[in-house]
């Protein structure tokens, strides 16, 4: 039987990307920072128990060189980014990455005025730097430098996943990303006076697994998949599809706040005019049929993928 390893399985897509492995009936090597983090462990010790013999957690911290080379023995498929272990590891065939769609672009306008207003998979962020959008910098930069060192080698290939917004239930209330909480200041009422026009394109947390799933089995996927819904959705338009079925409706907002206040209130707490002017009330497409063509990915609509994110979160603030 061969062996996936999934690095950060403790996280919100890995422990997703575990669970979903076991329930094919795969072995699955995972690994976390630190074994002595019960709390953030106890869903891996869970899935150990109820699947015995199938999934070996290992410790590993990205920061240390070869930290993940007991993890990765007998592995045939790694989700990683240190992929310097992948060399050492003779048994690695293949590596699928997690990216983000944030490696393909820095502001929305980019998508507007160089790609047609259309996201491709032949889009590459060229324009953020450490000081410029450094979360988005971060994410091309660690991308290519994957592709480099896949490049260097001719034994194991390189898939790349660029997945939107990753919303949906989490599996794990140790887990947190500042995407979600953003979505979650509008289910808690924090925008009730409106909200500032940006757009994001979303995609569910199991579409995302499925994905990477299936970017590892198939022989013929190859180079890069946008794993995202079609179009960007306004954050109104959130508020929207979650209004029929919100426990509180009233506390959502209702209309887009106005520009010039948006812009006012970025510059007090320190964003500069060029984001605005690059982000706000800024709408794109995204072509998605790669992923659709290629790996077979049916996407769950918005409204299914925001109204399931809002149903997990109220679960989760029900048992606080």
């Not at 990205?62 to 790694?78: E, P, W």
């Not at 005019?273 to 769950?300: C, H, M, P, T």
Request: glycine share 8%; proline share 4%; aromatic share 8%.
């Amino acid at each position: 039987m061969s062996i996936s390893l999934v690095t950060g399985g403790s996280g919100y897509i890995g422990l997703h990307l575990v669970n979903l492995l076991l329930e094919k009936g795969e072995k699955v090597h995972t690994t976390v920072r630190s074994l002595k983090k019960i709390a953030k462990c106890q869903p891996l010790l869970d899935l150990q128990f109820k699947y015995p013999g199938m999934l070996s957690i290992f410790e590993a911290d990205l920061m240390k060189d070869s930290s993940f080379n007991q993890a990765m023995q007998g592995c045939t498929v790694g989700t990683t980014n240190v992929l310097e272990s992948v060399n050492r590891c003779e048994s690695v065939q293949r590596v699928v990455l997690t990216s983000s769609i944030a490696a393909m672009y820095g502001d929305c306008m980019e998508i507007v005025s160089q790609h047609n207003s259309i996201l491709t998979e032949d889009c590459w962020n060229e324009t953020t730097s450490p000081t410029n959008n450094p979360y988005h910098y971060s994410k091309v930069i660690a991308e290519r430098a994957a592709w480099k060192l896949q490049q260097a080698q001719a034994r194991w290939d390189l898939v790349v996943i660029n997945p939107a917004l990753v919303l949906g239930p989490s599996l794990t209330s140790e887990s947190s990303s500042g995407s979600l909480y953003m979505v979650e200041n509008i289910f808690r009422g924090d925008n009730k006076l409106g909200c500032p026009e940006l757009y994001y394109p979303i995609v569910d947390v199991q579409d995302v697994v499925e994905a990477h799933i299936r970017a590892g089995t198939n022989p013929t996927a190859k180079g890069r998949y946008i794993v995202a819904g079609d179009q960007a959705l306004g954050l109104l338009e959130m508020a929207d599809l979650v209004r029929p079925i919100h426990r509180h409706p009233k506390v959502l907002p209702r209309w887009n706040l106005p520009r010039l206040l948006v812009y006012a209130v970025g510059l007090f707490i320190g964003v500069s005019s060029k984001w605005f002017a690059g982000n706000v009330g800024v709408r794109y497409q995204v072509d998605n049929s790669k992923s659709v063509r290629e790996l077979g990915i049916s996407y769950r609509s918005a409204g299914d993928v925001i109204r399931g994110h809002y149903e997990g979160w109220l679960k989760s603030q029900d048992h606080r």
